[in-house]
C-alpha cells in the first residue's frame, strides 16, 4: 500500500511538472466527456418533455356495440355518481354531443363560421385546455334549462367583439337555418403560438379564421335534434393516477347502474400508447449521437498514449537507474498506468462539470427551446469510461517503458 502511495505521489509530481502538456492531453477527455454528457442530459430532457406532452390524461369509456344496439345508455346521473365514486382519481367527468349542423356568428363585425363543442360543465377541466380567465364556464342549470349560453376563447372573443371584456354580450348564432341568440358567459385563455397557428392554418386554405365555442348540449334542441343519453364518457385522470385502474373502476360503477341492460355493455376506448412509439425513437437517436460524441474520447485517448510515450522517452534516464537498482516491470508498469488513469480521470471529472453544466444552462435558459435532464448512469458510465480510457491507451507505454533494458537505458543518459 506504501509503494503505491509512493507511485501514486509521482505520478502526481509528473503531472504538475508539465501543467500544459498534460492539460492538453486532458482535452480531448474533457471534450469528449462533456460532449456526452450534454447530449444524453438534452436527450433524457426531451424525452421527459415528449412523454408528459403525449402522457394519458384523459380515459374514454364506451359502450360496446358488439354487445347493444342501443349505444346511448350514459346518463348524466352516471356522469355524477362515476365523479362521487372515483373522488380523487378524477378530475373530472364530461361527454360530448356529436352534432353535423352548419353554424355561422353573425355580430357587428361581420359574419364568421363557427366550430360549436356541444359538452358538459365538467368539459371545463378538460387537461390541455386553458384556464377561464373571464367569468365562469356554465353550469348544470344551464344545461338542465338548455340555456343559451357559452364560453368562448380569447381568440374568438377579439375576432367577434375586438375585445376580451365580453362578459354578458349576446350576438346571433344561425345553425340551419335556426337564429338564436347566445350570451357569452365566460372566456378560456388561449396560447398566443396556438393562435398564430390557427391563423396560419387558416390563411394557407384561404379561409376565415373560424370562432370557437362551448355550450350545453342541451340546446342542440333549438335546431330540432333531441341530444338524450351518450355513447362515451371522458373521464379526466386524478394526478399520477393509473388509465387501466381507472377505466377499470369506472366499467365496474357503470355496470353496476345498468344490470338491466345486459352485461359487458362497457369497455375502455382503446388510446395510443406514445410512450411505446417515440421512447424507443427517442433512446436511439440520443444513443446514436453519444456514440458519435464519444468517438472523441478515443481521440483523447491516442492523446493519452502518445503523452505518455513521449514521457517514456523522457525519462528514459529514471528508468534505467530504477532498472538497475532492482525494480520489478510490475513497478514500472504501475508507475504509468497511474499516471495516464490520473490524466484521464482528472480530464472526465472536468469534462462531467462542463458538461453538468451546460446542461444546466440549457435547461434555465431554454436554449433552442430545449431542457435537460442529467443522467446519473450517464455520470457513472462516462466516469468508468475515462478511467479506462486512460489504463487501455496508457498500457502500451508502460509496457514499453517495464521492457526497457536497464543497460540500454543507461547508454542513452
Partial sequence: MGQFSEYFKMALYNIKENKGRSFLTMLGIIIGISSVITIISIGSGLKSDVMATTETKTVNVIVDAEETTNTELITLDDMEALKNQLGSKCKGVTATYSTMAASS????????????????????????????????????????????????????????????????????????????????KGVRDLDPEMMEA?????????????????????????????????????IYLGEGENENAVAKS?????????????????????????????????????????????ISLLVGGI?????????????????????????????????????SAIISGMGGVIGIISGAGIAALVSVFGIAGLSAKLSVSAIILTTCFSCGVGIIFGIYPARKAAKMSPMEALRRM
Fill in 105 to 184: 356568428v353573425t355580430t357587428q363585425k361581420g359574419d364568421f363560421d363557427a366550430g360549436l363543442t356541444l359538452t358538459t360543465p365538467d368539459a371545463e377541466y378538460q387537461p390541455d385546455s386553458e384556464k377561464v380567465i373571464r367569468g365562469t364556464y356554465f353550469s348544470e342549470d344551464d344545461v338542465l334549462n338548455a340555456q343559451m349560453v357559452c364560453v368562448l376563447d380569447k381568440g374568438s372573443a377579439l375576432y367577434l367583439f375586438g375585445t376580451t371584456d365580453v362578459i354578458g354580450l349576446d350576438f346571433d348564432i344561425t345553425i340551419d337555418n335556426t337564429i338564436q341568440t347566445v350570451t357569452v
Fill in 303 to 339: 492523446g493519452v498514449m502518445n503523452i505518455m510515450l513521449v514521457s517514456v522517452t523522457e525519462r528514459t534516464r529514471e528508468i534505467g537507474i530504477r532498472r538497475a537498482l532492482g525494480a520489478k516491470s510490475s513497478s514500472i508498469i504501475l508507475q504509468f498506468l497511474l499516471e
Fill in 250 to 294: 369506472a366499467i365496474q360503477i357503470l355496470t353496476s347502474r345498468h344490470l338491466n341492460d345486459g352485461d359487458d355493455l362497457f369497455t375502455k376506448e382503446k388510446s395510443i400508447d406514445y410512450s411505446s412509439i417515440y421512447g424507443p425513437i427517442l433512446d436511439g437517436v440520443t444513443a446514436f449521437i453519444a456514440v458519435v460524441a464519444g
Fill in 198 to 234: 390557427m391563423e396560419t392554418q387558416a390563411e394557407m386554405f384561404g379561409m376565415e379564421m373560424p370562432v370557437y365555442m362551448e355550450m350545453p348540449y342541451t340546446v342542440a334542441e333549438s335546431w330540432g335534434e333531441k341530444p338524450e343519453n351518450f355513447s362515451a364518457v371522458s
